[in-house]
């Protein structure tokens, strides 16, 4: 029957708990030594999605090396693997040979929006993958399309059940003899072919003199027969075995030197092959039979005996096994086993000293599920572990959550100044979710004021990251974001240059967001060259400290992003949006979410870059607020049209690209005193950055033209194309549009590579005579798109080179022959050919 789903999407393989669930499973994967199969054991852990993702990236990655990035960006926020990671699995999946991919004990995920993202990994995984779940119970999942399709494998109890023939068989392989047919009957009846009740029976069978009389008067097959047959099988055990079951139960997970090292036991690699050999119970984890568990039934009746009949050792174990992961520096796999242990204060120091390898590895979740797990005697009325809380819900996102316990302790008369010191940093680093940037501003002065007050001062150890050094580095650039977000570019640099001078930016996530956050203030004031090298750093630090898919990369991604915007490379622009935006959702900051939205917006709003089809919550920041005014009109200039949905307006022109947009309104219609006048309403241009710079002369050029000036309108062109090819400035002119398109083209002597690198650009991005034809236009993508058809390469090849699934290159396809009323891609070439879209 599973072989079945070799030609499917999916099977599912639903029983209770010893219905032979993994050993069939396994068992099945070893007859097709011909396939790739990728094992994903669900464990509670995984409900932290950062977790899942790597587990199964990880498995991926041993069929084909460097299948993806373990730093794929993850979604954090609300618990969901993030749509950016959703949209690229798909595409790498097709380069696997053909695969199944097993997800054993689903029933162990809890956290539904994860649950609803596997739905969408089956959904739209490439025909060579297909997904095995196994689970104890039905997944909350509509799987109906697939069964009335007649794609979906189903494997349930009765399917897995052990008939009269299996039970003879099993029940000689275990015992060493046969039964005869009544009994096998008998107890096939009984058991209704429950495959774990078989193998318990068998197991207390074999010292038994009495099989006919222990058949007959056995019946039931509920968890309470499970326990008798079980105690059973431990009576008959010699008592050295009996004692090490007992104690290596206490262990999720064991391998032969956690066993010896942590209880004593000599041999226990060959105590652990016998143990296998004789059928007790144990699940192999890995090919190598290196690491096992038993199964859960087992497992837990062992620990019942181990604490009734030991008092205290199972937590003496626990904590032994805390030690040696921790030697071996797993810490989280060390705090699980403390927690086990009731060892809350030993936890709780490896959480703050050790909490940052969790926090740089994206799993902050986890971290905040420990400290739910702590006893309310243990956290009640403790500055040190509201503080904590703090911090934790802080760098997860959880703006509010984290603001009532930081401010009570900012509040509480005990707090020591240590202490205030991180609760005001803390508050100070929540610029990119404030969307008011005065008062980010107002909680970073406070916090800055007090550093300075108290230097050096001996603060608390939470995760590694609350050293003096860290707090002043942390408020630092939380300030130079926070005037970024004000629109006061100059200040913003300071602030951040200044982090990224600091003692604490030796510290790998902060030097990131230093770096990212000055990429961005350079990339917006034009200075695309700078920005590309801050942002480059930025990466390469993410990159050699593996965190290239940590939240604090998210600066840098957007700086790539509005640098090839910038420079009119709209296919690179999306792709970097898509990374950092995926970034930016996972701890949920909003701000930086609306910084992302303006990138999608100016690229023209298509929708291939992620999760953006809708604006953040909450208004936007000032400086993002101008320029999503501007992109606004401009469509309504250039197009007519008015296809944003972000619809406030200026309150005044004040802002500078909300004045270009004026200005050029203005030219548009012919009104060159208005023009002028705007034009003039700048108080001081000396300190101008070279974006608002180039915009500025762009403007005047246009003006003289209109005026009637040509002389002076080649003069302060020329000066707007020296100062844009400085900064690599192409998007510029095409946002003027097309009078100043026509002008650049029409300026003597010989093109520079620069301006022929604007002209061809503006004839694939404007095309106003061939588009005004069309009565809805292309988007910038279909426009890339469209020029890759006469390549004629596949659908997949194209999904590879926009860095998008195929099914979203197959949207695009229908897009752009609706729009060229076209039937097909050699149509579509002609058609775009007579409309000289392409040449």
Known sequence: MLDGVLSQPLALVVAPAGAGKTVLLEQWAETHADRSFVWVDITPADNDPAHFAGKLISGLSAVKPHFLNVGAPVAISGGRLGETFLEVLPSRLVSLPDTVVIFDDVHQLTNRSLIDDLERIVEFAPPNIHTVFSTRVDLPLGWSRHRLNGDLVELRSADLAFDANESAELLARLCGRRFDADSVDALVSRTEGWAAGLQLAAMTLKGRDDPEDFIEQFGGTDRM??????????????????????????????????????????????????????????VPLDTRREWFRFHNLFRDLLRYHLRAEEPGAESTLLAGAADWYLARGDVQRAVEYLLRAKEWERALMLVRTRGAEIYERGE???????MSELPDSVVHDRLDLMLLNGVLRGLEGQVVAAGDPLRRVINDPEATVGQQLVAHAMLACQAWWNPHPDGSLDAVTRSLALLEANPGAPTPDLLGITDYESLLTMTLFSGGRAYLLAGDLAEARRWLERAARSEGASYAPWRICSLGSLALVEAWCGRTDRAQELAVESLAVADEAKLVGHPSTADAYLAESLIALERSDPGRSERMLAQGLARAAATKRTQLMWIAHLIHAMLGGTENAGDLTGAPEGPPPPVVRDRLTATRQRERRLTGRDPLPWAAEPESVEAPATRFEHTASALTHLQPQRARALLASDADTSTEEPLVATERLVLRAWLADVEGRPTAAERRLGKALALAEEHSLVDVFLRAGPHVITQLGQLPGERSPFLRQILERASASLAPAATSVLSEPLTDRELEILACLPSRSTNGELADRFYVSVNTIKTHMVHIYRKLDVPNRSAAIVRAQELGLLR
Not at 234 to 262: G, N, Y
Not at 364 to 370: E, M
Request: no cysteine.
């Open 364 to 370: 902050l979740r986890t971290v905040i599920r420990w």
């Open 225 to 282: 027969v499970a326990d008798y047959l079980t105690d059973e099988v431990l009576q008959v055990q010699p008592h050295r075995r009996r004692t090490s079951l007992l104690r290596v139960s206490a262990f999720d997970e064991m391998s032969a030197e956690l066993i010896t090292e942590v209880t004593g036991e000599d041999g226990a690699q060959s105590w652990l092959e016998s143990l296998e050999r004789e059928s007790m119970f144990l």
